[in-house]
């Protein structure tokens, strides 16, 4: 059962644009959000996170957007870099649960 | 620190044989992970150890696969026999304090193939 999905499995951008990805979950006890993003040939590492009581949380040119309600997350980018190309992963959590689940990824490209 | 250490990075096998995958966590993480990436499912969590008890073993696909974690800078995830549907990244992670609330530290995978 996935939890957390990632419908796009890939994304093409231009550099300078906005790249925009999406996640969505099902599990309304989660109240911790992750997104991490993963070279070639390397491990996931952490972007950037969101608590349930933000709506938005942002970091330089990433911004993470929380819609409680329709139990959707996106990952604003802006401007996109060439170097931003990699695989985003969204990742989800509940603080009464020591797990956590991760989408199935999105592979962004950003073209110069 | 030099972060998780994961051996082998590369583990070509044949179907039947028994496969050992290797962790070194972060010194002083008290959480550890084990991670099966696929195309298909993503990163779909295995089992995780919680100071070297293991905590939750539900992701775990079958009896074939098994994970000790014997001291808190060792963990093990074995498969025994293997299949050619186990081929996949396997990744340990860790991370200190409450896991659902702090980021994991990610080693860098075991490609896994099994012919």
């Known amino acids: 059962d996935q939890q957390v999905k990632q419908n796009s499995p890939s994304l093409s951008v231009q550099e300078g644009r906005i790249s925009i990805l999406n996640c969505d979950y099902t599990n309304s006890m989660f109240d911790y959000f992750l997104w991490y993003k993963k070279y070639p040939a390397e491990g996931p590492t952490f972007l950037i996170s969101i608590s349930s009581i933000k709506d938005k949380n942002e970091d330089g040119r990433f911004t993470v957007f929380l819609n409680k309600s329709a139990k959707h997350l996106s990952l604003h980018i802006v401007p996109s870099q060439p170097g931003d190309s990699a695989v985003y992963f969204c990742a989800a959590s509940a603080d009464n649960n020591n797990d956590m689940r991760f989408g199935a990824g999105t592979r962004l490209t950003v073209k110069p | 620190d030099a972060g998780v250490i994961q051996s082998p990075r590369h583990e070509v096998t044949e179907m039947g044989q028994e496969v050992t995958l290797r962790c070194k966590p972060i010194s002083g993480h008290d959480y550890l992970f084990w991670y099966r990436q696929t195309m298909m499912r993503g990163l779909e969590l295995l089992i995780y150890?919680?100071?070297?008890?293991?905590?939750?073993d539900s992701g775990m696909p079958e009896d074939r696969f098994s994970a000790k974690m014997p001291n808190a800078s060792f963990s093990t995830l074995k498969i025994q026999p293997s299949e050619p549907r186990d081929s996949a990244v396997y990744f340990c992670?860790?991370?200190?304090?409450?896991?659902?609330?702090?980021?994991?530290?990610f080693g860098p995978g075991t490609r896994l193939t099994v012919l």
């Open positions: 150890f919680n100071n070297n008890v293991p905590i939750d």
């Open positions: 992670a860790s991370t200190q304090g409450l896991a659902a609330l702090n980021e994991q530290f």
